[in-house]
């Protein structure tokens, strides 16, 4: 499963889902998936990537996220991990992402923009 779980900006304070992954679907094994989502936020372009590898006992996975010159790379881990980044109006944001477990595996991960501090 993938896709967009809003196409709005998130209000003072808030915080607003952008994408929603699952592993667990389609995945099969010796083949490699990248997905990528991009837009543009307060003028500061975003970019959400995520990798699958296909195994015989599942698939490794690993995710990307990029605001503005700010990126972590690709990354295997279950780790959230957050970039800080400020928009053109001068308003600063933060993009999440964190992995939902199951036991051991993480198998699903969602998006995050929070808005950090109005532009005033």
Known sequence: MWG??????PNAGAAT?????NRDI???PGHTW?????????GVNILLQE???GTNTGSKMSQSMT??????GFQDTASSKTINFTGASGAEYALTWNL???GKVYYSIQYTVS???PAY
């Open 100 to 102: 939902t477990l199951d």
């Open 26 to 28: 389609g995945i099969t």
């Open 4 to 9: 967009s779980l809003s196409t709005s900006a």
């Open 17 to 21: 889902q952008v994408l929603g992954f």
């Open 51 to 53: 990798q699958l590898t």
């Open 67 to 72: 605001a503005g010159n700010a990126t972590t």
């Open 115 to 117: 808005l950090v501090k």
């Open 34 to 42: 990248t997905f990528t989502t991009a837009f543009t936020l307060d």
